[in-house]
DNA sequence: AAGTCTAGTAAACTATCGTTCACTTTGTCA
DNA sequence: TGACAAAGTGAACGATAGTTTACTAGACTT
């Protein structure tokens, strides 16, 4: 697979974290003209890969992401959706960088929601946890990722998502320490 | 929660996907000497959260990433791992972007290997599928998500993570178009 | 064959970049 | 209280940034 102009930029900026600059450009693409540069970057900008703010190249979002290409129905052909849809993970996952963690999980006690051995769980800090939501607690000073349920006098146990295990009432008190709010998994 | 100094680069970098200059970090903290910043950004150097190269700023992972804060193993309390770990869901999810797309899942036919409705799986297009990965095909011209198994006669078909659907077997032809490196599910 | 696009070269320009040096203010600790 | 370190000011520096203009060679029309 040949590497046009634009995988070696994304190359560049897999590496350094940053887009090269004009000058630099011209040692990658053996070009010997700023202005060859300004115009292949022009037409960046109108594709909508790069932007400029302050005379100050920046990706888009669409630099860095993958083709989001659509849905799959199990059974039925694929729906491919709009043409330009693209996505990136950090983004889509994390709202909250400042108060949100990455934990790894152990053990099966949420299979029942999707959420496995060694899956990774992106969990954040929370006031409000309602009844239903995946959260880190301490209950009597123990660990524990499971979910919150609020029985009819409004008080509140933590429950597995696997039948094997019954649920938890706190003996003297619960505490919530993060919602988790996505599950990510690989395979291999 | 009041913010720092890096709070705000990491804000301007959110909002501008690169870096602020030192003049325009001049105005972001309202100081008035280049110098003060050179000598914030010399800190933030040696504790790894940017890096220059060929004299330009670019941020490293730890800047991007979320603290990684270990294993949780259910009924057992946090084993937090080393202290600096810290983890990009972009660059852990996805290895190869140049060959990879995301997909909506619809259904529940691989629910048992933790797929389900509405998860986003990351597909690599791929020469060589093996016996158990996931996969994007193609059976009969029909595109779908399965599981690809071999029999001992070596001869392919696709299975569903759920027992209640039986195995595929394709009368003509079986197309494998990728592999299903990840999955990512977000809460709410 | 003439005319028009496209993609590149070459050179000059200003603004801003990150760096450095010398000095001043503020805070901390003995 | 005095001393020293940490944190900020202010000004000057050369290097490089991205931009602009003018020109050229090849490819594509018609």
Redesign the interface.
Same mark, same amino acid.
């Given at each position: 697979?040949k590497l046009d102009h634009l995988?070696t930029v994304?190359r560049f900026y897999?590496f350094?974290?940053?887009?090269p600059?004009y000058s630099?450009m011209l040692k990658l693409f053996d070009f010997s003209s700023k202005n060859a540069i300004y115009r292949i970057i022009q037409k960046w900008i109108e594709e909508g890969l790069i932007?400029k703010?302050?005379r100050?190249?920046?990706?888009?979002?669409k630099f860095?992401s /993958?083709?989001?290409? %659509? !849905?799959?129905?199990?059974?039925?052909? &694929?729906l491919a959706e709009e043409d330009k849809n693209y996505?990136?993970?950090?983004e889509?996952?994390?709202e909250d960088?400042?108060s949100?963690?990455?934990?790894?999980?152990?053990?099966?006690? /949420?299979?029942n929601v %999707? !959420?496995?051995d060694g899956?990774?769980v &992106?969990i954040e800090r929370s006031q409000q946890a309602l009844s239903g939501?995946?959260v880190?607690a301490q209950i009597d000073r123990?660990?524990?990722?499971?979910i919150l349920r609020k029985d009819n006098q409004k008080k509140s146990y933590l429950a597995?998502a696997n039948p094997k295990y019954p649920p938890f009432f706190p003996r003297q008190e619960l505490q919530i320490h993060g919602?988790?709010?996505?599950?990510?998994?690989?395979?291999?």
């Open positions: 697979m995988d994304k897999k350094h974290k940053r887009l600059s630099e932007k703010d302050a100050k190249l920046a990706p888009t979002s860095f /993958l083709p989001f290409l %659509g !849905i799959i129905k199990a059974g039925f052909p &694929i996505l990136t993970l950090d889509y996952l994390i960088p400042h949100s963690f990455i934990l790894r999980v152990s053990g099966d006690s /949420l299979i %999707g !959420i496995f899956d990774l &992106i939501d995946i880190l123990e660990w524990t990722l499971k597995s919602i988790v709010k996505a599950v990510v998994r690989k395979f291999n």
